[in-house]
């Protein structure tokens, strides 16, 4: 029985961390002529509304794209994520947030395709309207993590799989840790992006291990922190896994993450880290 429900946590710290990545990777595949193929396993509902009742119970939106609505002077992918998340809001205050269905379907042209699974009842039934008849979208009510290997490789073999589970149960550690290792046996080339919370740090040493084990080459990582490591807070940093990240990546993230670790932390307790899992 799945319990979360992301409407309470849109748009916050790791959000903005999330959604640049994949605003980054789809940018990238977009360079070029030939058609891509995004996949996302944990899609969500698709859209949230920020003055509704969930989202407002812990207003974690504040801490994130609520800081960056309304500054000037944005770094380049900061402001671009901005400019998407302003393409919902109908005036200049913000009530809206896409998912990441939504980001990524801004970011398709005609050939491209987007598969999204969402394994909620309540979920699956928003994002299939969200959807909307779009010939370029398949939805899935599946679980994202088993079925997606049936797409893979995608026939354009090029493409990107985002990874979001809501790490319910600790096994979500480890198993994502298989997919990726089934999934790029199937498709080496694809770009998967994992996301990850931070709320005991053990957990994260322990699937950074696994991924470093793995045998998979050309993994980055990308985290933001808000407050020192602690078992106190909750989730206190996220980050994301990238395996084959455009090459323009880690420049892009060198550059924007000392400043939202700056703008999003609590009192100066901000960090980031950027690492190589492994090399290419
Ligand atoms: N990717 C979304 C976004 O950025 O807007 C947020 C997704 S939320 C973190 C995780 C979602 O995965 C939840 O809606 C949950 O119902 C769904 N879920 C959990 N386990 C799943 C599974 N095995 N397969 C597909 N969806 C799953």
Request: hydrophobic share 40%.
């Given at each position: 029985?799945l319990?979360?429900?992301h ?65 000037n002077?944005?770094?380049d ?10 393409r ?41 309207a ?6 370029r979208?398949?939805?899935f ?22 990874i ?9 550690y ?6 990726l ?84 932390g ?10 190589t899992?492994?090399?290419?």
């Amino acid at each position: 029985m799945l319990s979360y429900r992301h409407s309470f946590h849109a748009g916050n710290f790791a959000d903005v961390l999330k959604h640049i990545t994949l605003i980054q990777s789809l940018e990238y595949l977009r360079n070029k002529d030939k058609p891509f193929c995004c996949i996302d396993t944990h899609a969500g509902p698709g859209k949230y509304a920020l003055d509704g009742d969930y989202a407002l119970k812990n207003r974690e939106f504040d801490n994130g794209i609520a800081k960056l609505w309304q500054r000037n002077e944005l770094p380049d992918s900061v402001a671009h994520y901005v400019s998407l998340i302003k393409r919902f809001n109908s005036s200049d205050t913000l009530t809206r947030y896409p998912g990441s269905p939504l980001i990524a379907k801004q970011l398709l042209r005609d050939k491209d395709r987007l598969c999204l699974f969402e394994l909620h009842n309540t979920e699956i039934k928003l994002l299939t309207a969200e959807a909307n008849k779009d010939k370029r979208i398949n939805v899935f009510h599946a679980d994202g993590l088993t079925s997606c290997l049936k797409l893979l490789p995608p026939f354009e073999r090029r493409g990107l799989v985002l990874i979001d589970p809501s790490y319910e149960m600790k096994s979500d550690y480890q198993q994502v840790v298989e997919t990726l290792i089934a999934m790029h046996k199937r498709f080496a080339t694809g770009t998967y992006a994992l996301w990850y919370p931070v709320i005991e740090r053990s957990r994260n040493q322990k699937l950074e291990r696994a991924i470093k084990a793995c045998g998979i080459n050309n993994v980055q990582l990308f985290e933001l922190g808000i407050r020192a490591d602690s078992d106190e807070h909750g989730m206190t940093a996220s980050g994301m896994i990238v395996i084959n990240p455009p090459w323009t990546l880690t420049a892009e993230m060198k550059q924007i993450l000392p400043w939202l670790a700056d703008v999003l932390g609590h009192n100066d307790e901000g960090f980031y880290r950027i690492q190589t899992l492994a090399g290419e």
